[in-house]
């Protein structure tokens, strides 16, 4: 079964490698979903909604983020909210879809498609979630417009003063080349890595901090800030010749 992709979206289709990509290239990652749980009070769950206005769809979970049990639209839990009667977020639920981070974007896009759903939760070989993905998302990240995560600043990179670019390790290389950056890597035949942030991780020693950086030839990649364990944003800057 083949995704219909949308018009604007055809012509692209055969011009780009990221339509193979795996789907952890572009999820939001478990530590950056932002997830109601079922026993919320009414107030809580608006006061969420409002708080992440720039997302339109949240998993629903039975006391932590393993138990998703459904899906709800932030349009349907507003919409809800002006019936007569208090709001019931069970009867909104959707039916989660879960892939494994294995999966291509295109598969992902056919499930959603046979699914009608628009939403999925990555999972990994244990069941566990691993992240969180939406069709938007997935064919933003196809074809190289704004990603949506945790630290999307409304920029793909912002350029400083002394010529360096700051992104967000969770970019894709493709995207991060498509802005001009990193265009002396050498890219793995496996594809053991997607994101900047994979690259990063593959030729450091350890978990890096902030400051640590590496040289790539052409570029000195800096890590600028970590979430947690996972690399947060990134200094790019070429190197005088």
Not at 9 to 21: A, F, G
Not at 104 to 125: G, R, Y
């Amino acid at each position: 079964m083949n995704f219909p992709l949308p018009p604007q979206y055809q012509t692209k289709e055969k011009k780009t490698s990221t339509y193979t990509r795996k789907i952890g290239s572009c999820m939001t990652y478990r530590s950056d979903i932002v997830w109601i749980d079922i026993t919320d009070k009414s107030q809580d769950i608006l006061t969420l909604i409002k708080t992440h206005k720039n997302f339109d769809y949240f998993p629903v979970c039975a006391g932590k983020i393993d138990a998703v049990i459904g899906i709800v639209s932030a349009r349907d839990y507003l919409q809800s909210r002006l019936e007569p009667s208090p709001p019931n977020l069970q009867k909104i639920l959707t039916k989660p879809l879960f892939i494994p981070e294995s999966q291509t974007i295109k598969h992902t896009l056919e499930l959603l498609n046979e699914h009608n759903a628009h939403t999925a939760c990555v999972i990994d070989e244990y069941g566990g979630i691993e992240g969180f993905v939406t069709k938007e998302g997935l064919l933003d990240s196809l074809f190289n417009r704004s990603v949506r995560i945790a630290s999307h600043t409304g920029q793909q990179s912002v350029i400083q003063a002394d010529g360096s670019s700051i992104v967000s390790a969770q970019m894709s290389l493709d995207e991060i080349q498509a802005l001009g950056l990193l265009n002396d890597i050498e890219r793995p035949p496996t594809e053991e890595y997607y994101t900047l942030a994979g690259y990063l991780l593959a030729h450091l020693d350890a978990i890096p901090r902030s400051g640590d950086s590496i040289d790539t030839g052409s570029y000195i990649c800096t890590v600028l800030s970590m979430h947690g364990q996972r690399i947060d944003q990134v200094a790019i800057k070429k190197k005088e010749a």
